[in-house]
Antibody, heavy 124, light 107 residues
Framework: EVQLVESGGGLVQPGGSLRLSCAASGFTFSDHYMDWVRQAPGTGLEWVGRTRNRARSYTTEYAASVRGRFTVSRDDSKTSVYLQMNSLKTEDTAVYYC???????????????WGQGNLVTVSP | DIQMTQSPSSLSASVGDRVTITCRASQDISSFLVWFQQKPGKAPKSLIYAASSLQSGVPSRFSGSGSGTDFSLTISNLQPEDFATYYCQQYNDYPLTFGGGTKVEIK
C-alpha cells in the first residue's frame, strides 16, 4: 500500500522559510515522479511542483506562483521528497500535499496517490 | 497555461440520482485528464484517469468521457458517500492545472 506522510508544517512569518518533508513507502520510490499540490483554506487545488526520477535526471517543474522561491528535491536513499519554501507570502498559506502517480498507457504521468496534507500558515 | 473550467460549481441531488459534471480545457489536452473526489478535511482521491479509465477499487457507478477540450464525469445512482467535491485536472502540459471544483450536496 502506498503511504505518503508529510511533516514540517507550521506557522511562519512573511519572508521566512520552511521545509516540508514527505516520507514515502509501499512502492519503488526511485522509479516515481513526486509532486507537491497545495490547497488554500476554502479554495481549490493548485499544483506546486514536481521532481522527476533518476532516469529523467531528477529534473523539476514549478508553478509560476512559486518558481524562484520554492525548490522540490528528493533523496532516493531515504525515500523522501522535500519542499523548500523561501520568501514566504501570506498567500502561500495552505495545506500542502505530497503526491505521486503512475504512467497511463500512452506514457504520460498522472497523480493517483496523495499524502494526508500538512498545514503551512504564513502570518505576521 | 491551460485553463480548466468546471460546471456547475455546485449542485444539489438526491440519493439514486444520475449526476453529470463537465470540465472544459482552454486548449486540446487529448485524453490527459483525471478526476478526483475530495471530502472535507481529507486528501483527494483519484477516480478516473486518461479521461475514461476507472481507477482500481472505484465503484462502476463512476464513469468519465471526452477528449480534446470537453470532458464529463457521471455518477449514476448517487450514493450517500458520493457527496463531496470533485475536481478535474489536466496532465497534458506544465503547469498541471485543476478545475475549480464541483460540490455535490444533498438535496
Amino acid at each position: 500500500e502506498v503511504q505518503l506522510v508529510e511533516s514540517g508544517g507550521g506557522l511562519v512569518q512573511p519572508g521566512g522559510s520552511l521545509r516540508l518533508s514527505c516520507a514515502a513507502s509501499g512502492f519503488t520510490f526511485s522509479d516515481h515522479y513526486m509532486d507537491w499540490v497545495r490547497q488554500a483554506p476554502g479554495t481549490g487545488l493548485e499544483w506546486v511542483g514536481r521532481t522527476r526520477n533518476r532516469a529523467r535526471s531528477y529534473t523539476t517543474e514549478y508553478a509560476a506562483s512559486v518558481r524562484g522561491r520554492f525548490t522540490v528535491s528528493r533523496d532516493d536513499s531515504k525515500t523522501s521528497v522535500y519542499l523548500q519554501m523561501n520568501s514566504l507570502k501570506t498567500e502561500d498559506t495552505a495545506v500542502y500535499y505530497c503526491a505521486t502517480g503512475t504512467r497511463d498507457s500512452r506514457g504520460h504521468y498522472f497523480i493517483d496517490n496523495w499524502g494526508q496534507g500538512n498545514l503551512v500558515t504564513v502570518s505576521p | 497555461d491551460i485553463q480548466m473550467t468546471q460546471s456547475p460549481s455546485s449542485l444539489s441531488a438526491s440519493v439514486g440520482d444520475r449526476v453529470t459534471i463537465t470540465c472544459r480545457a482552454s486548449q486540446d489536452i487529448s485524453s490527459f485528464l483525471v478526476w478526483f473526489q475530495q471530502k472535507p478535511g481529507k486528501a483527494p482521491k483519484s477516480l478516473i484517469y486518461a479521461a475514461s479509465s476507472l481507477q482500481s477499487g472505484v465503484p462502476s457507478r463512476f464513469s468519465g468521457s471526452g477528449s480534446g477540450t470537453d470532458f464529463s464525469l457521471t455518477i449514476s445512482n448517487l450514493q450517500p458517500e458520493d457527496f463531496a467535491t470533485y475536481y478535474c485536472q489536466q496532465y497534458n502540459d506544465y503547469p498541471l492545472t485543476f478545475g475549480g471544483g464541483t460540490k455535490v450536496e444533498i438535496k
